[in-house]
């Protein structure tokens, strides 16, 4: 594919180096504890001090380590990981590694045990131990914390229970093989338990005391904040360095310009938002390996897409190939035919979505206005230029058929999930940017399964319910992939929303960023990143 092969040619050396960097380090710090010997390689390739500027796209809300969300780099919770850590994380290769904590293990996927690293402590000078993860899990069950979390701590929080100082033992009420994944992904963060009490109910007066790499310094809202290095961080000599910035910044444009004239070190984003900024001098790309869908929300409780029909319309009305080379004003994209992409061990080439057919689509239009059903919807995003190019696009071709009314409906980017999330307030929303993820769990649950956090279409199936319950509960990939199948059936006879293309996210960097190690969705390990005195990524 052209897009392919723009991306490998830009991001080949970098990509090289910092692999094998990354595959050092990330196979001594997992469930096993540390090998000093490869810790003392990457160490050798690091530098130590400087101050480093990562662009987000979006403010932090609140500092409460419950309120989580977005596994993505430049996303709300790199932040909060600078100054908390992840308890434990998913490496590349989707498995769960110990992060803050030595390890998460089970043996039958039912009784999980947690054990804590020796001797850590808050910044405050409070233990980091199981007393205060097991705070930390009991105030994201609570309804009251409004933690995205909830239902899933809540689930299993009565059969948690404190060993030793060191050691946390969970039972399950059922079993469950991803849920290291699923709480690395959606519950990782442990705050001092006196900070947190200190501000009562008061969610705006918490001040972030963790014990992870970086210590906050300040927060400009809406522009920019500074954390400054952890001197007792427990994985010494990490973090490297002395201070790290996130620089708020928007839109896509204002970002890569920032970083090409190095007003910043880092933003995550695609090749084809990058175009020939990323050939320019001091610049590299460094790909996030981890695929994921670009997708749409049809609202499935109240409008037009309560009718199936509606949805095999949109679907067979627009050609998605055409649609992502509107979205990215590049050709060849490969179009998913299901939620699962040809890379995964769980794709299914029997169960395929409706293709693009002008004329089904226009029957099916027809047969609605017919039934005194006219397809007549509101399409929310927000006010990116290229999710107004999409959402054109989409106006022009849906409205070229007969018995169609669209209208679109643009919003500031913070405003988007309270309005589709919260206030279910469209027909159909389109979330920018891909929803990635390493491996299927958490996020296929969280989309499709009834109340799930990302679900926000507020889809409900019975079927699909019992075929995910199916997948989590055993431990043999046998019977995970016939689960998945189903999964993959089920999507393709009830359209839940609407898939249209996938991705894999990049990094524009300076050439000097260095210690390039991802994980969850995309989330850089902080305590690695380093600045290199030359160039880190020449050829």
């Known amino acids: ?123 405050d000078g409070n233990p980091y131990d199981a007393e205060a993860v097991l705070y930390n899990w009991k105030r994201a069950a609570d309804p009251e914390t409004l933690a995205p979390a909830q239902p899933f701590v809540s689930s299993w929080i009565d059969g948690a229970k404190v060993i030793d100082p060191l050691t946390i033992e969970i039972t399950l009420p059922t079993p469950n093989r991803n849920f290291g994944s ?89 090749p084809y938002q990058f175009g020939a900024n990323a050939d320019a001098p001091g610049i590299a790309t460094h790909e996030i390996p981890i695929p994921g869908l670009y997708r749409a929300y049809f609202n499935q409780v109240a409008g037009t897409f309560t009718d199936h029909r509606a949805r095999e319309a949109f679907y067979r009305a627009v050609d998605p190939a055409r649609l992502m080379q509107a979205y990215t004003q590049l050709e060849g994209y490969v179009t998913p035919t299901n939620y699962f992409t040809q890379a995964s061990p769980y794709y299914e080439p029997a169960e395929v979505l409706p293709t693009y057919d002008p004329a089904k689509a226009q029957e099916l239009f ?36 007969e018995n169609v009314e669209v209208e679109v409906e643009l919003v500031d980017q913070a405003m988007l999930k309270p309005q589709c999330q919260t206030q279910v307030n469209f027909d159909l929303c389109i979330d920018g940017g891909v929803l990635v993820a390493n491996g299927a769990e958490p996020i296929i649950s969280n989309m499709l399964k009834t109340g799930g956090v990302d679900n926000w279409g507020q889809y409900s199936s019975e079927a699909m319910d019992g075929y995910l319950d199916a997948a989590n509960a055993t431990m043999d990939q046998t019977e995970v992939k016939a689960a998945y199948a189903d999964v993959q059936k089920v999507i393709a006879e009830d359209l839940p929303l609407y898939i249209f293309g996938s991705e894999t996210r990049y990094l524009l960097l300076r050439d000097n960023a260095g210690g390039i190690v991802p994980s969850n969705g995309g989330i850089l390990q902080k305590q690695y990143l380093y600045l290199c005195e030359d160039a880190c990524a020449a050829e």
């Open 1 to 123: 594919m052209k897009i392919m092969q723009f991306a490998r040619n830009a991001a080949s050396t970098r990509t090289i180096r910092a692999a094998a960097l990354a595959m050092t380090l990330l196979g001594t710090s997992g469930l096993t504890g540390v090998n000093s010997l490869a810790f003392a390689q990457a160490d050798a390739e690091a530098v130590s001090g400087g101050e480093m500027t990562i662009i987000a796209g979006s403010d932090i809300k609140s500092w409460d380590p419950a309120i989580t969300s977005g596994t993505f780099p430049g996303g709300p919770m790199d932040q909060l990981d600078a100054v908390y850590g992840f308890l434990v994380y998913v490496d590349l290769e989707g498995k769960v590694q110990g992060g803050m904590a030595e390890s998460l293990t089970s043996e039958d996927a039912t009784v999980w045990t947690l054990k804590l690293r020796p001797d850590v402590k808050f910044t």
């Open 182 to 270: 699923t709480l690395a992904q959606s519950a990782p963060f442990v705050a001092s338990p006196a900070a947190l009490e200190a501000a009562g109910d008061d969610k705006a007066a918490i001040k972030p005391v963790g014990a992870g790499a970086f210590i906050f310094e300040d927060w400009d809202q809406g522009i920019s904040l500074s954390f400054k290095k952890n001197p007792d961080y427990w994985d010494q000599p990490r973090p490297y360095l002395d201070t790290l910035k996130f620089a708020i910044i928007p839109e896509t444009n204002s970002r890569i310009s920032t970083v090409v004239q190095g007003g910043a070190q880092m933003m995550a984003g695609y």
């Open 366 to 401: 027809d047969a609605l206005a017919a039934d005194g059903k006219p397809f007549k919807i509101k399409l929310v995003s927000y006010t990116n230029s290229d999710l107004k190019r999409l959402t054109s696009y989409l106006q022009q071709v849906l409205t070229a058929y």
